[in-house]
């Protein structure tokens, strides 16, 4: 594609994010189920302006998220499908969090975020995105709900990248509403798990645990990594959590993990690595790390970045396990020094 026209596609993004946030927030998805329906039809169901609904639906048929079977009338088209929220593989509610008006006002200021290095997020709301998710349970429970969707394939990827049957206790740091650990335990039925994240945070996970016949094999346990994280697990597992924070805070949940942990304990730090030399075929880490720089003051970081911070926790990395799929997740081992 010629460079003009890539950079323009790049510049309408925002465009597109637009398109599809508002077809999630509509709930076309739904409506239209396995079904075509006439535009004027869709109007009727969505309380929308028919004209303008025509419009959105053909800009969403230029995206292939629907198909336009004849003039005016539409069914879902393969990347359409995963906005259903009937489906084990939706992505509705991640779709319907990263295009939420309230968390879009921190992207007006990126410009501001790259001069100054610091998260415009917190500078517009006085505090932390996850103590901001801590007082509105409902976007809360949308994270939650958006993390378990973008975590299920990348969560059923690890226990076939490492095997998690040597150890008798898994705790999951910072583990959400519990999926990676039903994962974990699902492969390893003589281990016991740990899911350990903020009040909000495992507001979802007895039912996730449940759902996946590994309750009886787990603890659901409250608190703040920052101050204390339960003891006696042979393994922690941290994942997508330190490029949520800058390299002290990430300093400090590493030493709690360190405290906490037995002699002969390991800790496995799974996340997004960055190659030395950007990689032009995986966009998706170097975007991540902007959304990281806005909203978190985190950043995703390179491998050699990760071990600087486990050596000044007191870890040192003994192993990086890629994942099995063409993702840039890899699986960080680092033993207590
Ligand atoms: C990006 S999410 C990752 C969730 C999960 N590990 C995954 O990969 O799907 C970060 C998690 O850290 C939790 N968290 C944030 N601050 C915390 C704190 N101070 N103490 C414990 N958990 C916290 C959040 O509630 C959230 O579940």
Same mark, same amino acid.
């Given at each position: *594609?010629?460079?003009?026209?890539?950079? *323009?596609?790049? *510049?309408?993004?925002?465009?597109?994010?637009?398109? =599809?946030?508002? &077809?999630?927030?509509?709930?076309? $998805?739904?409506?239209?189920?396995?079904?075509?329906?006439?535009?004027?039809?869709?109007?009727?169901?969505?309380?929308?302006?028919?004209?303008?609904?025509?419009?959105?639906?053909?800009?969403?048929?230029?995206?292939?998220? =629907? /198909?336009?079977?004849?003039?005016? !009338?539409?069914?879902?088209? $393969?990347?359409?499908?995963?906005?259903?929220?009937?489906?084990?593989?939706?992505?509705? $509610?991640?779709?319907?969090? %990263?295009?939420?008006?309230?968390?879009?006002?921190?992207?007006?200021?990126?410009?501001?975020?790259?001069?100054?290095?610091?998260?415009?997020?917190?500078?517009?709301?006085?505090?932390?995105?996850?103590?901001?998710?801590?007082?509105?349970?409902?976007?809360?429970?949308?994270?939650?709900?958006?993390?378990?969707? =973008?975590?299920?394939?990348?969560?059923?990827?690890?226990?076939?990248?490492?095997?998690?049957?040597?150890?008798?206790?898994?705790?999951?740091?910072?583990?959400?509403?519990?999926?990676?650990? &039903?994962?974990?335990?699902?492969?390893?039925?003589?281990?016991?798990?740990?899911?350990?994240?903020?009040?909000? +945070?495992?507001?979802?996970?007895?039912?996730?645990? !449940?759902?996946?016949?590994? &309750?009886?094999?787990?603890?659901?346990? $409250?608190?703040?990594? %920052?101050?204390?994280?339960?003891?006696?697990?042979?393994?922690?597992?941290?994942?997508? /959590?330190?490029?949520?924070?800058?390299?002290?805070?990430?300093?400090?949940?590493?030493?709690?993990?360190?405290?906490?942990?037995?002699?002969?304990?390991?800790?496995?730090?799974?996340?997004?690595?960055?190659?030395?030399?950007?990689?032009?075929?995986?966009?998706?880490?170097?975007?991540?790390? /902007?959304?990281?720089?806005?909203? *978190? +003051?985190?950043?995703?970081?390179?491998?050699?970045?990760?071990? !600087? @911070?486990?050596?000044?926790?007191?870890?040192?990395?003994?192993? =990086?396990?890629? !994942?099995? @799929?063409?993702?840039?997740?890899?699986?960080?081992?680092?033993?207590?020094?």
């Amino acid at each position: *594609m010629a460079a003009h026209q890539r950079l *323009m596609n790049m *510049m309408f993004g925002t465009i597109c994010s637009q398109v =599809v946030g508002t &077809a999630a927030r509509l709930g076309l $998805a739904d409506h239209l189920g396995d079904n075509e329906l006439d535009h004027r039809e869709l109007a009727e169901l969505t309380d929308t302006h028919p004209g303008a609904l025509a419009r959105l639906l053909r800009a969403l048929a230029a995206l292939e998220i =629907v /198909i336009e079977t004849h003039p005016g !009338t539409f069914r879902l088209g $393969a990347a359409g499908l995963p906005l259903r929220t009937d489906r084990p593989d939706s992505q509705a $509610a991640a779709v319907l969090l %990263f295009t939420d008006p309230a968390l879009l006002d921190s992207w007006k200021l990126t410009e501001e975020a790259v001069r100054t290095g610091q998260p415009t997020f917190a500078g517009l709301y006085g505090t932390d995105f996850f103590s901001f998710l801590a007082t509105k349970p409902e976007l809360s429970e949308r994270f939650n709900a958006t993390m378990r969707q =973008v975590s299920l394939p990348i969560a059923q990827l690890i226990p076939v990248s490492y095997d998690f049957t040597r150890y008798h206790t898994v705790i999951d740091i910072g583990g959400g509403d519990g999926t990676l650990l &039903a994962q974990i335990l699902h492969g390893a039925r003589a281990s016991h798990g740990v899911v350990f994240d903020s009040p909000t +945070g495992v507001a979802e996970a007895s039912a996730t645990l !449940t759902a996946a016949g590994v &309750a009886d094999r787990c603890r659901i346990t $409250a608190g703040d990594f %920052f101050s204390a994280v339960p003891q006696g697990g042979d393994l922690y597992v941290l994942k997508n /959590i330190l490029h949520d924070w800058d390299d002290e805070r990430c300093v400090t949940i590493l030493e709690q993990c360190h405290k906490a942990m037995p002699a002969g304990g390991r800790l496995l730090i799974v996340e997004s690595v960055l190659p030395d030399a950007v990689d032009t075929a995986n966009p998706a880490p170097y975007l991540t790390d /902007i959304s990281m720089l806005v909203n *978190m +003051g985190g950043q995703e970081r390179t491998r050699n970045e990760y071990e !600087t @911070l486990c050596r000044r926790a007191g870890f040192e990395v003994t192993a =990086v396990h890629p !994942t099995v @799929l063409p993702t840039s997740y890899s699986l960080i081992e680092a033993t207590p020094v």
